[in-house]
Structure formats: structure tokens, C-alpha cells
């Protein structure tokens, strides 16, 4: 089989340009002799590739320098128990909104270090909307407010950030990082991990206030220290070297392609003919989302009759369509429509979507 296009949630689809880059580096690094994972993190051809893919990320994210940027093991589940390990004292309130599956993850995870405290959830709405700013009850104390930027199975987004007034808002990027220009300065800290929309797992981005990092927050292990990270370069241990260089690449790319407005651009194109194709097929197709909330990353939708979903997945990738299967937790189907996925991609799900209906509506 051909190369695919591949809806895949994550890990996702990667530019072919940055495939083929790091497939062209694969045995010699430039003058390196070796691969790049081949080679100590700590030498001068790597540390000039995790400088690189830093001030590359801070440039296509317009990074505030009072903001530090931490390169992290372990996923964005991780730093969903490290925050509140290094921003809170050992049970501290903390507000977590949630608008879907991964802020109820994030909540489960700083349970054992924070006093969570639900100041919204769209839960009794089966997270077909967000809670509005106004109907959140914020703890007086809190530690930080967390939001779930995108909710990449629920499939709604955060149209604006939200006011929280001198709390630092915590908010989970990892499905819709770098898919339109942001205001990092409106967030106290910001992670994401990369396999939706900046490289490969295995690697985790956090953006974090430094002032923040002056908070004392819990007992932890030096590994845990998000401080102790900052002081090493993020090489407290042995980095992730080959995710942080696809990582490099990948943001790279971004740049080359016109960064994060020219990406705005397409993404929002793409979000527009597909949910189209779903609001216009008379029924066929539906998605449930409040259409002001609606995600331009992650689009789930379900067929008018759940017996032509085995049809729909085995068709469709005979047409050369694949991951559109949706999470478990939803049901039906998911098309996840990150930077990598062209134009190109969407129209011929689209087209297939199209014939499909005709074929079997
Ligand atoms: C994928 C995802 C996660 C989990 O990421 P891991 O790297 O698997 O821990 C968390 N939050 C959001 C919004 C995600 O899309």
C-alpha cells in the first residue's frame, strides 16, 4: 500500500518533507560520522540541534523571554502529575475545567497532590459544548486554573482564552499547539505533548512563566523538578535525541511553510470543507459539537446508521484513507486534521465521504 492519508489522533501523520529529511540523515549527520541518535546528547552536533528546534519553537510561537521552554519525557499524562507536584503545596486547591476526556485525565492525575476542584465540566452535556467563563466557580486559593485547549476525543476547542485574573492558567496544547497564532503571555504555563502536531511521541513540550518556577510547590525528586530541568537544559538524563530533532524539523517546516498565521489559514479551510461535507449530507453524516466550539484538529462524526461504520472504515481505506476510526470512548468516527495533513487530504476524504453517502444513503 501506498502512502496513505493517515487521520490518525496521534501519533499522527508527520510532514513527508521532514520524513524524508530525516530518512536522507539517517546514517551520517552531516559531519558527524554517526546518526544523530547515535551520538552523546551532551557533544556539540547534538546540543546545536536542541538549541536549534528551541529557538525554532520560540519563533514560531512568538515565546516570551521570561518564558522558559522545557524539552520533557514522558507525555503530556506526565506533566499532568508534575505540574501540580511543582506549582502547588501538598494539597492546595486547584481548579480544573473540564470540557472532555483529557481534562478529566489531567484532574485524575494531580488528584494525589492537590485538592482538584471542579470549577466546570460539560459533562451532564456529554462535552458537546464548553462550560462558559461565567459559570465557572473558581476556588478562592487556588493554585492555577487548567483547560484543555482542544479536547482531541470529544472534538471541541477553546475559542478564546479565558480570563482568570492573577491565576496562572494551566492549559493542555497537545492537539492544537501551533495551529494559529497564540498569546502565550495570557497562560502561566503551557504543554503539550508532540505527537498531534509537532514531531513524534516521546517527547513533551512545556512552556512555563520562569516566575512560576520560583514557587516552592512539593517534595519531589530532582527528575521531577521542573527548576532542576531548566538548570540542566533539559538534560538532567538522557534526552529523547531523536524526538527532539523530528521535533526540530517539524517546527522547522512549520516555519518554512509561513508559521502559525499561514497555518491558521489552512486549518481553518480544511475545518470548514469537512464539517461542511457533515452539516450538508442531509443527515448521513452528523457531528454533535456546539458549531462555536467546534475543533479544527480532531473532527468526530457518526454515520445516520451504525451498520455502515465496518463499510465506512473498509472503504475507506481502500481508498487510501486510513485511521479514521474514532476513539472508544465516542464511538464512530474521528478524522484528526492536524498542520502535517494537506489540503490535498481533507478534499479527498471529503470526495470519498461524498460518494459514499451516494453509494449507501
Ligand atoms: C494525546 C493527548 C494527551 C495524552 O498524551 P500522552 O503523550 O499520551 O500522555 C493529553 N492531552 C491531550 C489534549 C491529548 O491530545
Not at 475545567?97 to 494531580?110: E, F, L, N, P, R
Given at each position: 500500500m501506498p502512502r496513505a492519508w493517515n487521520f490518525s489522533a496521534g501519533p499522527a501523520t508527520l510532514p513527508e518533507p521532514v520524513l524524508r529529511r530525516a530518512q536522507s540523515e539517517m546514517l551520517e549527520w552531516r559531519d558527524a560520522g554517526a546518526s544523530i541518535v547515535e551520538i552523546s546528547h551532551r557533544g556539540p552536533e547534538f546540543m546545536e540541534v536542541a538549541a536549534a528546534a528551541e529557538s525554532a519553537l520560540r519563533k514560531l510561537l512568538s515565546i516570551p523571554d521570561d518564558y522558559a521552554v522545557l524539552f520533557t519525557q514522558g507525555g503530556a499524562t506526565t506533566q499532568q502529575a508534575l505540574i501540580p507536584l511543582n506549582f502547588a503545596a501538598p494539597g492546595q486547591p486547584a481548579d480544573?475545567?473540564?470540557?472532555?476526556?483529557?481534562?478529566?485525565?489531567?484532574?485524575?492525575?494531580?488528584?494525589?497532590?492537590?485538592?482538584?476542584?471542579?470549577?466546570?465540566?460539560?459533562?451532564?452535556?456529554?462535552?458537546?459544548?464548553?462550560?462558559?467563563?461565567?459559570?465557572?466557580?473558581?476556588?478562592?486559593?487556588?493554585?492555577?486554573?487548567?483547560?484543555?485547549?482542544?479536547?482531541?476525543?470529544?472534538?471541541?476547542?477553546?475559542?478564546?482564552?479565558?480570563?482568570?485574573?492573577?491565576?496562572p492558567l494551566v492549559a493542555d496544547f497537545s492537539s492544537s499547539i501551533a495551529s494559529e497564532p497564540l498569546d502565550v503571555s495570557k497562560f502561566g504555563i503551557l504543554y503539550a505533548g508532540a505527537q498531534k502536531n509537532l514531531g513524534p511521541v516521546g517527547i513533551s513540550v512545556v512552556i512555563v512563566r520562569r516566575d512560576l518556577l520560583e514557587r516552592d510547590g512539593q517534595p519531589r525528586?530532582?527528575?521531577?523538578?521542573?527548576?532542576?530541568?531548566?538548570?540542566?537544559?533539559?538534560?538532567?538524563?538522557?534526552?529523547?535525541?531523536?524526538?527532539?530533532?523530528?521535533?526540530?524539523?517539524?517546527?522547522?517546516?512549520?516555519?518554512?511553510?509561513?508559521?502559525?498565521?499561514?497555518?491558521?489559514?489552512?486549518?481553518?479551510?480544511?475545518?470548514?470543507?469537512?464539517?461542511?461535507?457533515?452539516?450538508?449530507?442531509?443527515?448521513?453524516?452528523?457531528?454533535?459539537?456546539?458549531?462555536?466550539?467546534?475543533?479544527?484538529?480532531?473532527?468526530?462524526?457518526?454515520?445516520?446508521?451504525?451498520?455502515?461504520?465496518?463499510a465506512f472504515l473498509s472503504e475507506s481505506k481502500a481508498a487510501g484513507l486510513i485511521a479514521l476510526k474514532g476513539h472508544r470512548v465516542v464511538g464512530g468516527m474521528r478524522a484528526s486534521i492536524y498542520n502535517a495533513m494537506p489540503e490535498e487530504g481533507v478534499q479527498a476524504l471529503v470526495a470519498f465521504m461524498d460518494d459514499f453517502r451516494k453509494r449507501h444513503g
Open positions: 480544573y475545567v473540564i470540557s472532555g476526556h483529557w481534562g478529566k485525565t489531567a484532574m485524575k492525575q494531580a488528584a494525589p497532590y492537590v485538592a482538584t476542584h471542579v470549577a466546570a465540566s460539560s459533562e451532564a452535556d456529554r462535552y458537546r459544548t464548553i462550560p462558559a467563563r461565567d459559570t465557572w466557580q473558581l476556588a478562592s486559593d487556588a493554585a492555577y486554573v487548567h483547560i484543555t485547549a482542544n479536547e482531541t476525543i470529544h472534538g471541541s476547542e477553546f475559542r478564546d482564552i479565558p480570563d482568570v485574573g492573577d491565576v525528586a530532582d527528575i521531577f523538578d521542573y527548576r532542576s530541568q531548566l538548570k540542566a537544559e533539559s538534560m538532567l538524563n538522557t534526552p529523547p535525541t531523536w524526538n527532539w530533532y523530528m521535533l526540530g524539523l517539524t517546527v522547522q517546516w512549520m516555519l518554512d511553510e509561513g508559521g502559525v498565521e499561514e497555518f491558521a489559514k489552512r486549518n481553518a479551510r480544511k475545518a470548514a470543507l469537512l464539517y461542511g461535507a457533515i452539516d450538508d449530507s442531509g443527515g448521513f453524516y452528523r457531528n454533535d459539537i456546539d458549531p462555536a466550539v467546534r475543533s479544527r484538529m480532531n473532527v468526530p462524526f457518526f454515520l445516520h446508521d451504525e451498520a455502515l461504520e465496518k
